[in-house]
């Protein structure tokens, strides 16, 4: 069975991640990697006022991380992240195939060669390609 890209947003625990970020950013990634992941990317994406508390939490540190792994090892990671108190929370979500490279590239910066130009789009423009490649993907 192919290993499928996934998604994964993790909202940690802020105090503990400022201490030791290399200690809780290890933990999460092992926690993949223990069930058969490979990790893609794994990057911090934004650290953040709560829009309510978690766990009396009211800050958080949203770390982005882009893994491939074999679908039903996913509720496996879910439950070990429910139960590991530097996760506040999780969301896994599963990239369509079509959109592997395009979303790999943006996530790490790269940029995909051929289709982009040295000009920046103006944002109609932006918006407008964004609408075909999506409706592209959907037929």
Not at 10 to 22: E, H, K, P, T, V
Not at 63 to 88: A, M, S, V
Request: charged share 30%; with cysteine; hydrophobic share 35%.
């Amino acid at each position: 069975m192919a290993k499928t890209l996934y998604e994964g947003m993790f909202i940690l625990d802020s105090g503990r991640y400022s201490r030791d970020n290399a200690g809780v950013v290890s933990e999460l990634e092992e926690i993949i990697r223990s069930h058969g992941g490979e990790i893609e990317i794994s990057r911090l994406y934004e650290e953040r006022r709560l829009a309510y508390p978690i766990n009396g939490h009211r800050k958080g540190t949203y770390w982005l991380t882009y893994f491939r792994i074999d679908g039903p090892q996913i509720p496996l990671i879910t439950r070990q992240c429910e139960i590991n108190d530097t996760i506040l929370r999780q969301l896994f979500l599963k990239v369509h195939p079509k959109l592997t490279e395009a979303i790999l590239a943006h996530a790490s910066g790269q940029s995909l060669g051929e289709d982009e130009t040295e000009e920046e789009e103006e944002p109609a423009e932006r918006s407008a390609a964004a609408r075909r490649a999506t409706v592209a993907v959907a037929e």
